[in-house]
């Protein structure tokens, strides 16, 4: 069975930066794609970056440049390093692993970790 599970998140100014952390149980993980994922009240769910099998990584427009994906095999941890932040981060952060055909609905979710942004 998978678990995951998402930490890191809280309150930050503008401008701040702040580092989300999912760590995976139950999988072999590194063969998997993963993902971040935001949604923030009253919107839809965002992909916001993915990391591949061959750590090559993917990233939405509205974070390329401020945030970055990586993972430790070993940790069986994937990492969100998010920096200058702006208030239309604020949402709650989800890490997805791959399922059977993909990233997504189809995937495995973590519970979520909150971000706000606020001066």
């Known amino acids: 069975q998978v678990y995951i599970r998402e930490s890191g998140g809280g309150l930050v100014q503008p401008g701040e930066s702040l580092r989300l952390s999912c760590v995976v149980s139950g999988s072999l993980f590194s063969i998997y794609a993963m993902g971040w994922y935001r949604q923030g009240e009253g919107k839809e769910r965002e992909l916001l970056a993915s990391?591949?099998?061959?750590?090559?990584?993917n990233y939405a427009d509205s974070v390329k440049g401020r945030f970055t994906i990586s993972r430790d095999v070993p940790k069986k941890t994937v990492y969100l390093q998010m920096n200058n932040l702006k208030p239309d981060d604020t949402a709650i952060y989800y890490c997805?692993?791959?399922?059977?055909?993909?990233?997504?609905?189809?995937?495995?979710w973590g519970q979520g970790t909150q971000v706000t942004v606020s001066s």
């Open positions: 997805n692993m791959e399922g059977p055909y993909g990233l997504g609905d189809g995937g495995f």
């Open positions: 990391i591949r099998r061959d750590e090559s990584t």
